[in-house]
């Protein structure tokens, strides 16, 4: 089995810590997304596609949820197989520890999933706008302006 010193599990907290700050600023998003929503709603100024918008970020919010859940069981892993490392309790301190890689791996990619949750929502925000629907990363970078003049 391959032995681990102290400092393996420690590497990993800048990593884990800012991961959960970029989640932070996620949920924090979503959640003034949500506020805006919400005081629409109350002014009955709602689209349909605010209600699925509304689905949409309540999918996101539970995904944020169980990414910052996991990851917060990754940092507790960390500690914890750092603790083991000083008791000298090598085999468990190796069992956590990949205990803690796989919950980072988990938050990973339940973080990935938000992003393309994340990126469906912006494209329902878009389909309002007709000239959107036909575009996509190719038309984007080569349409020039005099092609725009020309139509």
């Excluded at 919400?38 to 999918?59: G, P």
Aim: glycine share 2%.
């Amino acid at each position: 089995m391959l032995q681990i010193s102290i400092n393996t599990p420690a590497l990993l907290f800048p990593a884990i810590t800012l991961l959960m700050l970029a989640y932070t600023n996620r949920f924090l998003a979503i959640a003034n997304r949500i506020r805006s929503l919400h005081q629409s709603y109350a002014k009955m100024e709602v689209k349909h596609t605010a209600i699925k918008q509304i689905k949409s970020l309540r999918a996101r919010l539970n995904l944020i949820k169980y990414m910052q859940g996991f990851g917060a069981l990754s940092f507790f892993c960390c500690v914890l197989c750092m603790y083991f490392i000083y008791r000298s309790w090598m085999y468990a301190a190796n069992i956590i520890f990949a205990a803690g890689m796989i919950t980072l791996l988990i938050s990973i990619v339940l973080s990935f999933l938000e992003i393309q949750q994340s990126t469906k929502a912006l494209e329902l925000e878009l389909s309002d706008i007709e000239e959107l629907g036909r575009a996509n990363i190719f038309t984007d970078m080569f349409y020039t302006k005099e092609e725009e003049k020309n139509k």
